[in-house]
């Protein structure tokens, strides 16, 4: 969206080009520069604000799975308006110096969080307000410059707010909505066998033939990568309904060797995307998968 009245004018008369990513903002104010799939920290070149040791993960943009056809998720739009500053000037109430993140002013009323200011004469130095209390402004970054009292304090004017002109449940209650799901794809842990190998019962080391496979000892189970998984969880159980996890462990790769003891066990897999909104990374669960586990056979030689 453009920031300034000239932007706006622009927009409305001719097409613009595509600019360049503009810098995020960590939740301190922070400059960083992400995308979905970058991890950036402290001490890195091109993030010279973000302090030693300090991590931003990558953004999560993606959707919970809504469970296609029985969820969807609903969206519209809603028309805002451009509103445009006015210059204020106010002027300090109290000395600043050199790395405060925030100054007192005699008068902020009408400056809120996002606006740029000009702090000093005659060479000004600028700074975004990341918030307002009363007469005290916290900047998103510290001053680089001391400043007595009385100094002015300048909001131009020339920058632009936007104000939704209606709100989103009107909108909707309206029936100006659409719809759309998404269907994550579950595990894939076999075909006509399930993808299990181990020792056989007599022995031999053998890849499952049949839907029902049965090893000695602990075997080696995998799966088929996921669509949109970082790391996988695995699950057994001894019973197939109601389900009783016996056992859970995380993976970042797409086999596991089963810690199982011998019985008839179930197993299920799914997906972890921690590109997903919320605090909940999980995916679909594979079917559950049956093998059985034996106990060793000795034969007595005379």
């Known amino acids: 969206m453009p920031t300034d009245t000239t932007g706006v004018s622009a927009a409305r008369s001719s097409f613009l080009n595509f600019g360049a990513e503009p810098e995020s903002k960590t939740a301190e104010g922070i400059?960083?520069?992400?995308n979905e799939m970058d991890t950036v920290s402290g001490g890195d070149p091109s993030h010279t604000?973000?302090?030693?040791?300090?991590?931003?993960?990558?953004a999560k943009i993606d959707l919970w799975d809504s469970d296609w056809a029985g969820g969807r998720y609903y969206w519209t739009v809603v028309p805002v308006?451009?509103?445009?500053?006015?210059?204020?000037?106010?002027s300090l109430a109290a000395p600043a110096v050199v790395?405060?993140?925030t100054i007192t002013v005699s008068n902020a009323t009408g400056i809120v969080a996002g606006d740029s200011l000009?702090?000093?004469?005659?060479a000004a130095e600028?700074?975004?307000?990341q918030s307002v209390a009363s007469n005290v402004i916290t900047l998103a970054s510290g001053l680089t410059s001391a400043h007595a009292l009385g100094d002015p304090v300048v909001r131009p004017s020339g920058g632009v707010k936007y104000r939704d002109a209606e709100l989103t449940q009107d909108a909707c209650a309206s029936g100006r909505r659409l719809t759309f799901a998404k269907s994550s794809d579950p595990v894939v842990t076999g075909q006509i066998a399930p993808f299990a190998s181990g020792l056989s019962p007599n022995g031999k080391l053998v890849a499952a033939s049949t839907a029902k496979p049965r090893f000695y000892g602990q075997p080696l189970v995998a799966w088929q990568?996921?669509?949109?998984?970082?790391?996988?969880?695995?699950?057994?159980?001894?019973?197939r309904y109601p389900w009783q996890t016996a056992g859970s462990q995380l993976t970042w790769g797409t086999s596991m060797t089963l810690p199982l003891t011998p019985g008839t066990w179930y197993y299920r897999v799914r997906g972890l995307d921690y590109l997903m909104t919320?605090?909940?990374?999980q995916m679909s669960w594979s079917d559950a998968v049956r093998l059985v586990v034996t106990k060793p056979r000795f034969r007595v030689v005379r």
């Open 81 to 90: 308006s451009a509103v445009a500053d006015q210059q204020l000037t106010t």
């Open 278 to 281: 919320g605090s909940k990374p």
């Open 99 to 101: 790395g405060d993140t």
């Open 225 to 239: 990568p996921a669509s949109g998984a970082d790391q996988y969880e695995v699950q057994w159980s001894k019973k």
């Open 49 to 58: 604000g973000l302090p030693p040791g300090q991590v931003v993960n990558a």
């Open 118 to 122: 000009q702090i000093g004469s005659p």
């Open 31 to 34: 400059n960083v520069t992400t």
């Open 126 to 129: 600028i700074a975004v307000v």
